[in-house]
Structure formats: C-alpha cells, structure tokens
C-alpha cells in the first residue's frame, strides 16, 4: 500500500503570511494531485503534478512535484482567509484503481 | 462539485437499520469511486465500481456493506444493520476514465449518523 503523509497536521497563521505544506511518500506516484476541501464539502481538486521537479502555480499558490516523484509541497504566498480549509494531496495506487489520500492539512487563516 | 449529485446530505439512523446513500455521477462519466471521511481525516477508498461492475472493493468492510452501479440509475452504497461506528461523511467521486491523471469530480458527501 502506497501512503502518503501529510505534514503540519494543523496549521493557523494570520492573513498576509506565507506557508508551506508537505506530502511525503516512501513509494513513486505516477502523478500527485492537491484538493482543497471546506467544511460540509467534498474535495475540490486544485492541480495535478505529473513530472519529476515539476512546478505549477495557480494564483498564490506554488506546487511543486519532488525530482524522485514521491513527495509534494504547496506554497501559498500572502494568505488570506478565503484559503481556510482542509488540504489534502493524493495519488494513483500503483494498480491505478484507487486514488490513495494523506490525511491532510487544515489550514486557518485567522484575519 | 455540483455536477456529482449525492443524496440524502444528511442521514441519520438508529442502530441496526440500513443506510442507503446514493450517487449520480456527472453526465458521461461511468466510473464511480466511494469514499469514507472520519471527522479532521483524510479520505478512505472503499469501493471502484464501472457501469454493472465491481472493480477494486478492497476498502469496503466484509460484512454488512455493499455498493452496487447500475445500468440505469444512480450507484448505491448500503450498509446494513449500521453501528456508531459507522458514523463518517461519505463521499462519491466520478470519472471519465480510471484514475492515473484524470481528474475525478467529487459529490457533496452524505453525513450519516448512527445514533
């Protein structure tokens, strides 16, 4: 089984700060997508990486795909408190049939 | 995503009766995952299902859980004779294809409570 861990567990900052969240992994993933999830949601997902060193920006918000493929960040610059939520990165289990889930970051950005 | 329709939102049941939980997946899309989300977690596989089929059902507990997708109509996730323990938001995502790049859409979830 292919797990990846997520790390803080919990994070709160006050708006206009920046941070950084981690997704690791001992195993290779084909491909590592972000979603974003609030409260009495389901997950929306926010970017898929695909290649070794990759980086993709989406607004405020810098993913990065590891050189190895087994690990993850997410930079968001100037945080606001719109980008509260529940952060979660997942990845194709090997069989591709199931798409395995950290257990996440939650983020609170305090105004 | 509202194109994933799940319903009821919320469901709660006493212990020892059937949940039924429903999903219709976006237009298109015949492949359909569920997912189990206890309280600040991540999300669970439980079972993959295509059109008539069950594809990878390896998260989902032996006994008193059953999911199926028909030919027409929405998939079902059944659990009978629900315990406490059961309690958990559940999620249903759909594709075009299996996963590998593609991107899956998710349903709102439904929140079950055992009570």
């Known amino acids: 089984t292919q797990l990846l861990e997520q790390s803080p567990q919990f994070l709160s900052i006050q708006e206009g700060e920046n941070l950084t969240v981690y997704c690791n992994s001992s195993?290779?993933?084909?491909?590592l997508q972000w979603y974003r999830q609030e409260p009495g949601e389901g997950p929306v997902l926010l970017v898929t990486?695909?290649?070794?060193?990759e980086v993709k920006k989406l607004k405020r918000l810098t993913f990065q795909f590891g050189d190895a493929r087994k690990d993850s960040s997410l930079h968001i610059t100037a945080a606001q408190p719109g980008d509260t939520g529940l952060y979660l990165c997942?990845?194709?289990?090997?069989?591709?049939?199931?798409?395995?889930f950290g257990s996440g970051t939650q983020l609170t950005v305090l105004p | 995503n509202a194109g994933v329709m799940q319903n009821p939102r919320h469901l709660v049941r006493r212990r020892g009766q059937e949940a039924r939980l429903r999903c219709s997946p976006m237009?298109?899309?015949?492949?359909v995952y569920w997912y189990r989300q206890l309280p600040e977690e991540g999300l669970k596989f439980m079972v993959y299902?295509?059109?008539?089929?069950?594809?990878?059902e390896s998260g989902m507990p032996k006994e008193r859980f059953s999911a199926e997708f028909p030919k027409e109509g929405p998939s079902i996730l059944r659990i009978q004779q629900v315990v406490r323990g059961d309690s958990a938001a559940y999620f249903c995502?759909?594709?075009?294809?299996?996963?590998?790049?593609?991107?899956?859409?998710f349903g709102q979830g439904t929140r079950l409570t055992v009570v």
């Open positions: 997942a990845g194709p289990s090997g069989s591709a049939r199931q798409l395995t």
């Open positions: 195993s290779v993933f084909s491909s």
């Open positions: 995502a759909s594709s075009p294809t299996g996963w590998g790049n593609t991107e899956a859409f």
């Open positions: 299902l295509q059109k008539e089929n069950i594809i990878d």
């Open positions: 237009k298109g899309h015949s492949h």
């Open positions: 990486v695909v290649t070794g060193g």
